[in-house]
């Protein structure tokens, strides 16, 4: 069944114990952000704040709606106890399937209705989230919608924004982002950029646009088939966009051509700050709209987990794993550790050929995405990339260390990639390097080692007891 809207999601994470309502005041200024960061840290539920210092009652503020797998199958409606391998494979089922959205007259969204000089971002709860951070972001946990100057495609992305005053924002954008391709077509022709901010939202919106869709593909297209259902959407009060109806908050504006002014710092998905104050575009908020009672989501991205670790995982291992099938390659899992910041996918693969990490690897980079992950490794089909130890083990024991490393120099990477000297790190230049830890293809069968695990050195009956009996030996 798919969630009407954000309140629903939290009813549901009410009933999963997946969520904590905190009656106490907490601050705005550092100290939700804190309580944030320590819950994402310690795999706490989600908080709903509920009394804001400085604000009236009912404007309120929701930390990691989806910083846990848990929390991420419950938006996907299912068990909260499903495997990623079997959230992966739903994940693939229904974004097969996309369902365009449905428009309609009016909704929640327009409750509330400010334009002009009665636009005040700051009558939201907008929290500092990071020491150090360069001011207070309203947009962590949001959908930025702008559409392309030459066709019908409407992206939807995560993107942050930093407050600078009451009407306008910083705007994250990067070249190699879809926004930043989009953006740049306007900027050429000395054109804003129509843009619109939605916040508070179904789930499935936010876990969307965190994942690899590819240039040119709408993404709510494919929130329906996550959904089963069609978005509903309604016109934008003063552009020719449309947002989620049910949004808790909107904003409506431009980001203006060659106009720059600085924004952050701001902890990011690496676990760092990295981005530094840097001069950047400014979105020019011309209306705000939102609910009753309205809900901000924030993200305190950082050091793993946290939503974009957990939401954005998901959608990047599909993403790099059907361009694996789409070349012939036979995977049999992939999967990113969340606690490597996206930095390092592993995938599993029958052997059909020599030298096939490498053949992996370089099709994972030479995706739009790939420029987000430096790391790659190559495991046998017998490996469960989710299970760590069995991965470790391989890396160990497998992975030769000069023939099964191979250093794919002066390669393009995000310029939030930590290990990047400062110098390449404004250029995004960097290193790729891919681990084979499978067993060579050129060996004989008496060449490779017999691995000494349950599966693999006891007949089947005798396995088949021991399972069997499992919880009458004391087990559990």
Same mark, same amino acid.
């Given at each position: 069944?798919?969630?009407?809207?954000?309140?629903?999601?939290?009813?549901?994470?009410?009933?999963?114990?997946?969520?904590?309502?905190?009656?106490?005041?907490?601050?705005?200024?550092?100290?939700?952000?804190?309580?944030? @960061? @320590?819950?994402?840290?310690?795999? $706490?539920?989600? $908080?709903?704040?509920?009394?804001?210092?400085?604000?009236?009652?009912?404007?309120?503020?929701?930390?990691?709606?989806?910083?846990?797998?848990?929390?991420?199958?419950?938006?996907?409606?299912?068990?909260?106890?499903?495997?990623?391998?079997?959230?992966?494979?739903?994940?693939?089922?229904?974004?097969?399937?996309?369902?365009?959205?449905?428009?309609?007259?009016?909704?929640?969204?327009?409750?509330?209705?400010?334009?002009?000089?009665? +636009?005040?971002?700051?009558?939201?709860?907008?929290?500092?989230?990071?020491?150090?951070?360069?001011? @207070?972001?309203?947009?962590?946990?949001?959908?930025?919608?702008?559409?392309?100057?030459?066709?019908?495609?409407?992206?939807?992305?995560?993107?942050? !924004?930093?407050?600078?005053?009451?009407?306008?924002?910083?705007?994250? +954008?990067?070249?190699?982002?879809?926004?930043?391709?989009?953006?740049?077509?306007?900027?050429?022709?000395?054109?804003?950029?129509?843009?619109?901010?939605?916040?508070?939202?179904?789930?499935?919106?936010?876990?969307?646009?965190?994942?690899?869709?590819?240039?040119?593909?709408?993404?709510?297209?494919?929130?329906?088939?996550?959904?089963?259902?069609?978005?509903?959407?309604?016109?934008?009060?003063? !552009?020719?966009?449309?947002?989620?109806?049910?949004?808790?908050?909107?904003?409506?504006?431009?980001?203006?051509?060659?106009? @720059?002014?600085?924004?952050?710092?701001?902890?990011?998905?690496?676990?760092?700050?990295?981005?530094?104050?840097?001069?950047?575009?400014?979105?020019? +908020?011309?209306?705000?709209?939102?609910?009753?009672?309205?809900?901000?989501?924030?993200?305190?991205?950082?050091?793993?987990?946290?939503?974009?670790?957990?939401?954005?995982?998901?959608?990047?291992?599909?993403?790099?794993?059907?361009?694996?099938?789409?070349?012939?390659?036979?995977?049999?899992?992939?999967?990113?550790?969340?606690?490597?910041?996206?930095?390092?996918?592993?995938?599993?693969?029958?052997?059909?050929?020599?030298?096939?990490?490498?053949?992996?690897?370089?099709?994972?980079?030479?995706?739009?995405?790939?420029?987000?992950?430096?790391?790659?490794?190559?495991?046998?089909?017998?490996?469960?990339?989710?299970?760590?130890?069995?991965?470790?083990?391989?890396?160990?024991?497998?992975?030769?260390?000069?023939?099964?490393?191979?250093?794919?120099?002066?390669?393009?990477?995000?310029?939030?990639?930590?290990?990047?000297?400062?110098?390449?790190?404004? !250029?995004?230049?960097?290193?790729? +390097?891919?681990?084979?830890?499978?067993?060579?293809?050129?060996?004989?069968?008496?060449?490779?080692?017999?691995?000494?695990?349950?599966?693999?050195?006891?007949?089947?009956?005798?396995?088949?007891?021991?399972?069997?009996?499992?919880?009458?030996?004391?087990?559990?």
């Amino acid at each position: 069944m798919a969630y009407n809207d954000l309140r629903e999601f939290i009813a549901k994470l009410k009933q999963t114990g997946d969520l904590i309502e905190i009656n106490e005041e907490v601050d705005w200024n550092l100290e939700a952000g804190a309580i944030m @960061r @320590r819950a994402y840290e310690k795999w $706490q539920p989600a $908080q709903l704040f509920n009394k804001v210092k400085d604000y009236k009652k009912g404007f309120r503020l929701l930390g990691g709606p989806l910083a846990t797998f848990r929390r991420l199958a419950v938006g996907m409606d299912m068990d909260p106890e499903s495997s990623y391998t079997d959230m992966l494979n739903e994940f693939d089922k229904r974004s097969r399937n996309p369902i365009k959205p449905m428009v309609v007259s009016d909704g929640p969204c327009k409750e509330n209705i400010f334009k002009g000089k009665k +636009v005040d971002l700051l009558k939201l709860p907008v929290p500092i989230i990071h020491g150090g951070d360069g001011g @207070r972001f309203i947009g962590t946990w949001n959908i930025g919608i702008c559409k392309d100057l030459d066709s019908d495609w409407v992206n939807w992305g995560t993107y942050r !924004l930093m407050v600078h005053d009451q009407a306008s924002t910083g705007a994250f +954008v990067l070249p190699q982002q879809h926004i930043g391709m989009i953006y740049r077509k306007y900027e050429e022709k000395n054109l804003p950029m129509p843009y619109a901010v939605a916040i508070g939202l179904d789930p499935m919106m936010n876990f969307i646009a965190t994942t690899g869709v590819p240039y040119g593909s709408n993404e709510v297209d494919i929130v329906g088939g996550m959904r089963n259902e069609p978005v509903k959407l309604v016109k934008c009060e003063t !552009l020719d966009l449309h947002v989620p109806a049910t949004a808790e908050i909107v904003l409506e504006g431009e980001i203006l051509p060659h106009l @720059r002014k600085d924004e952050g710092p701001f902890g990011e998905y690496p676990g760092y700050q990295l981005s530094g104050t840097v001069a950047r575009p400014v979105f020019k +908020v011309k209306c705000m709209t939102y609910r009753n009672n309205p809900i901000l989501t924030a993200a305190c991205i950082g050091v793993p987990p946290d939503d974009y670790h957990i939401a954005g995982n998901l959608g990047q291992a599909s993403y790099f794993k059907n361009a694996l099938l789409n070349e012939g390659i036979p995977v049999t899992g992939i999967f990113f550790p969340p606690q490597s910041a996206m930095h390092l996918c592993i995938v599993a693969v029958k052997t059909t050929h020599a030298n096939m990490a490498t053949k992996v690897a370089n099709i994972i980079w030479g995706t739009k995405n790939g420029f987000v992950c430096p790391r790659v490794v190559v495991v046998d089909e017998d490996v469960d990339p989710t299970d760590l130890d069995q991965v470790l083990h391989a890396f160990a024991t497998k992975c030769h260390p000069v023939k099964g490393t191979t250093v794919i120099d002066n390669s393009g990477l995000s310029p939030l990639t930590g290990f990047l000297w400062p110098g390449d790190r404004e !250029l995004g230049l960097g290193a790729n +390097v891919v681990y084979d830890c499978k067993w060579p293809k050129q060996w004989k069968k008496e060449d490779v080692p017999t691995r000494s695990s349950f599966n693999d050195t006891y007949p089947e009956d005798i396995k088949k007891r021991v399972l069997d009996k499992w919880k009458k030996y004391g087990f559990k």
